[in-house]
């Protein structure tokens, strides 16, 4: 049995395998698989892992490489036309030669990639993408938000050495109106796979704190053109889209737009673009403001000197009108003086006519009474003088009566006159002392003087006694008071 | 100020104050009062424009809860 047998090497099947294939396929062919790895190694080599599924399961698997050289070309290749580096887990176009190798076996070499395929599975992602954001009611959901009046507070998703980062501070940070924002930075990849669930997990984590932002800003420059189709996929659209801030993006994207800038509340083609838009939202803020205070001060202007100016008019028509009417007052003031005066003079005049005929009235009267009372006066005049000729006629024959009685009268009266003389003769004989000292009476005097009441005597004292014929001194020895 | 007054209310009030003296709405006594209230309005408002109050701390407290 052994003789009969061939045994080979193990080299030798390998290599007759390798003839076999090699004469079998010796084209190479289009083949459409899925990347599943790219393993590329140091060495600049690539060992992708090739795939097909249907309906998620693994039907197909295959290795295959890349030599250095090939991969420097048709990556380069690819990011010109994909604007994507190669991504694994995408189906690609590929351009392969089935090789077999002694040692490493059976594998696809890949001689090169059509780019346009790649692209046009972006497109149709893309596509898809829209279609089921559509279909979702998710479209216009951002878009639809109330813009806030002031976009103050600004959640910024970008990587803090991103140079569009620092672009968008730039402009919103050195404005020169002096207009503040408020920006936290979320810390995000901004392109490649990783993004997608980078800027979902924090879109996730602005929700929680909403309250304190007005909008969400996503912004992304410099890192080249490439890596931006994950803006395309379709769960970070819909968390974009249905975000409950506006979400603005400036991912800087110049030929086609991504799906998340179509459907971002506002997508600006640069983060300084969308900078100034944000200045521009704080312009039409300020500057009505500003258009108030001036408005307000014109109108109060003008308000208070078009009062100022009817008060003026109606001060003015006051002073006119009174003007006016003192002026009337004044005319008929005069008039009416006038006319008193006339009035007065009138009745002056007639009273004055009324007294010179009162006067003439007045003169005749008492020339008539005066010659009245002159008449009676003489009359009574002449009665009187008759009446005290009579009086007198009678009077003198009495006065002749008396005169006529005088003589006997006189004659009587000086008999009885001469009688009392004689009488007091005598009498006044009798009463002188010398008659009284003749008839033995005595005057004693003290000092010279005779004794009255109030002669104050004391014994020893010494009195004249007179006496019709001497005069004796003598001593008082006993005075006995009656 | 004594009330806390958002700046979109105080905007909008500016608004209508504006509006209000633009249409001749607005007496002689009733201005001064009207114009004080704008300028504290127009004083919120500038305000806003330029400063801000948000706290980060708070910011990143809320975020760990």
Redo the contacts between chains.
Sequence with gaps: MSESRQIFTLKQVASSIRKTLEERYQQTYWVKAEMHKLNLYPSGHCFPELLQKEDGKIVAQMNASIWKQNYQRINKNFVDVVKEPLREDTTLLLLVKIVFHETFGLSLQIVDIDPNYALGELQRERQETLLRLQKENLLNLNQKLDF???P??IALISADTSKGLSDFRKVIETNQ??????T?LFQAYLQGDVAVKSIQEQLK?IE??KE?FDVVVIVRGGGGEVGLSCYNNFELCKAIASFPLPVLTGIGHSTNLTVAEMIAYRNAITPTELGDFLIQS?HE??V??K???K??RN??KN??EN?NQSLTSTVKLFKNVTAQRIDQTKNLLVRSSSSVKSNVKFVIHKEKESISVSQKSIKKNAKDLFLLQKNQITSLVDTARKNIQFELKAENGEVQRIIDRLPKVVENLIHDTNNKIKQLEQSVKLMDPIQVLKRGYSISLFEGKTLKEDTKLKPGDRLVTKTHFSEIESEIVDIKNK | MAEEIN??EA?QE??T??AD??EGE?S?DE?SI??KR??EL?KV??N?????E?D?N??LK??E?
């Excluded at chain 2, 806003?48 to 801000?52: A, D, E, G």
């Design positions: 806030p009046l002031l103050k507070r109106w002096g207009y503040q924002f408020f936290f984590r929680k704190v304190h704080f803020f300020a009505p403001v258009d108030a205070s408005t307000i109108y109060s308000k208070l009062a | 700046y979109t905007f500016l608004q104050i504006v003296i633009e607005i002689v201005l009207k114009v704008a300028a127009i408002c500038k806003k424009l330029t400063s801000t948000e980060v708070q910011i809320d975020l809860d």
